[in-house]
């Protein structure tokens, strides 16, 4: 064995090694789905205070049948199924605290030396188990303030007082934000005339969104402050508009191109059935590249250009320079995340022309780009095919991981980005440099170069399962692995590098303005 190779076995032990702990990690970390069907949830219940004239009769039957027949009872069953979710989060994180805990204690020592290499080992994951643990923990005690409130608006008083007053139990602090929340909730939800102190700043500090809203009513019916009430209600109106138009955003459009493209789908599986070896679909399918290199390039630009200089390279000289992200603004965490990935792909791209160069010219249909062609065609119909059947595939996928499993951090902060500023970094970050380096890596290089060992659709397979497991989510891999196959078939059949491009980057952006609008929500 040659020097290099021993060099690139060992790179591929701990590649996968860090892949195998960072799919593990996501294991017991909450998917992104948990949070966004309770924005959503809070969308809908500001949609159903919106209150129409007479002469509407039509759109108020129309509005009420696509919110459903009680959006408040709906609410409550999608909060209590959220709780249990966030709960099965937080036992599957204790489960690993009091085995760090247990690990540690049996590694401890007489020599003073092995005591203080234990302790070093062990007290960041606990650190970072425990502030999950927290992060939960207040997860589940915003729920349940909004669980009450829900209980309470459905004419379930008693249900809201227990509620209130088991998180008071609970906590067991009377400085708590959350504690202090509830029992402002309870007074105003009581039948006591007891004047709540400060309930307004509580109120407007603590909660968000219609449920706010919806306490802040209840304040002024109580405090019979008839001119802020009014003023509330007014706004309301505005709100439940703006909400009934971003709901057919987030659920109006995509159904619309999940319909067009389970068509197309149809349409094409036909004509394929039918056609055979001249239909659409058998374009090119098994015209396999002229590869020049042999699989220990393949396997170098992938470990070194991908998997090192991205999990091992970068954090390692991002550590040294010690900046720390995590208090930072929402501007600065997406100028950081796009910073990094521009130097992950810059460094990628540059392990990928060394690793080459020395085959040029490359021959024909190797990372081709020709702007006039069909390109776009193949796109846009590849992007409306990958809405239904990541959407099948996704469903099937939550049944499977229940709520665990994990999401890109990235989704998380698109969620909170009402930033304008911030938002459009992270569109460059997801809707442009992402589709061009990993389109380059996993269909203009990965994909090929298997063709020369492995057919055109195993190829595709396995391309598409390592574009997936490269994200690092393992609730993730098989959506991203199902949208990996489809970009792999757009690129085989059209034989140019733009066309999964835009796919890739038509469904980042539909996700991300999908998050914007939700997050839009919350306010």
């Given amino acids: 064995m040659t020097a290099k190779r021993l060099i690139l076995g060992l790179l591929t032990l701990l590649a996968i090694a860090r892949v195998l702990l960072s799919l593990g990690g996501s294991l017991a970390e909450p998917q992104i789905n948990s949070k966004l069907e309770l924005y959503q949830t809070n969308l809908v219940l500001y949609a159903s205070e919106l209150q129409l004239d007479n002469e509407d009769g039509d759109l108020s039957s129309a509005i009420a049948a696509g919110l459903g027949d009680d959006p408040t009872a709906a609410a409550i069953k ?9 709960i099965d989060v937080r036992q599957a994180f204790e489960k690993q605290l009091n085995l760090v805990a247990a690990n540690s204690s049996s590694s401890l020592s007489d020599n003073n030396n092995t005591l203080e290499v234990s302790d070093r080992e062990t007290t960041i994951p606990r650190q970072q188990l425990k502030q999950q643990v927290r992060e939960l923990n207040s997860f589940i ?25 088991q998180l008071i139990t609970r906590i067991d602090d009377t400085e708590d934000e959350y504690s202090q929340t ?3 909730l309870s007074k105003l939800w009581s039948d006591s005339s007891e004047v709540v102190t400060e309930a307004e700043t509580t109120i407007t500090g603590n909660l968000d969104s219609w449920f706010r809203d919806r306490s802040l009513i209840k304040l002024y019916t109580v405090t ?3 001119t802020q009430l009014t003023a509330l209600n007014d706004a309301q109106q505005q709100i439940a508009s703006q909400a009934i138009i ?4 987030i659920s109006g459009i995509p159904f619309l191109g999940g319909f067009i493209g389970l068509i197309l789908l149809i349409t094409l599986s036909v004509q394929f059935l039918l056609k055979k070896e001249n239909s659409l679909l058998a374009t090119n399918s098994k015209l ?25 390279l970068l954090p390692f000289f991002l550590g040294i320079v010690g900046f720390n992200v995590v208090e930072a603004s929402l501007r600065i965490k997406a100028l950081y995340i796009l910073f990094t990935y521009v130097l992950m792909a810059a460094g990628g791209i540059i392990v990928l022309y060394l690793s080459v160069k020395s085959y040029f010219p490359l021959p024909k249909e190797w990372f081709n780009i020709k702007f006039f062609d069909n390109w776009f065609f193949w796109g846009l119909g590849g992007y409306l095919v990958a809405i239904p059947c990541v959407l099948l595939v996704s469903l099937i996928n939550q049944q499977i991981w229940n709520g665990q499993g994990g999401s890109n951090p990235l989704l998380y902060l698109a969620l909170q980005a009402q930033d304008k500023v911030a938002l459009a970094i992270f569109f460059f970050t997801a809707s442009i440099a992402a589709p061009i380096f990993e389109e380059i890596i996993f269909r203009g290089f990965l994909l090929p170069s298997l063709t020369r060992y492995l057919s055109v659709t195993t190829s595709i397979i396995v391309s598409g399962f390592l574009f997936a497991i490269a994200h690092l989510s393992l609730a993730e891999v098989l959506p991203l692995a199902t949208l990996g196959i489809l970009l792999g078939v757009v690129y085989t059949r059209s034989r140019n590098i733009l066309a999964p491009m835009l796919v890739h980057s038509l469904w980042n952006s539909g996700t991300l303005l999908s998050l914007f609008v939700l997050g839009s929500g919350t306010t």
Wanted: cysteine-free; overall charge negative; aromatic content about 16%.
């Fill in 78 to 86: 999608q909060y209590d199924k959220t709780r249990q979710e966030v």
């Fill in 141 to 165: 005690d915003e729920i349940d303030l909004k669980r009450g409130i829900l209980a309470a608006e459905n004419d379930n008083t008693t249900s809201a007082q227990e509620i209130w007053q």
């Fill in 182 to 184: 509830a029992s402002v």
């Fill in 224 to 226: 019979d402050n008839t």
């Fill in 246 to 249: 971003k709901l057919a955003f």
């Fill in 288 to 312: 396999t590249w002229e590869t020049p290199w042999n699989w220990e390039i393949t396997w170098q630009v992938i470990i070194v250009g991908f998997f090192f200089i991205g999990q091992f």
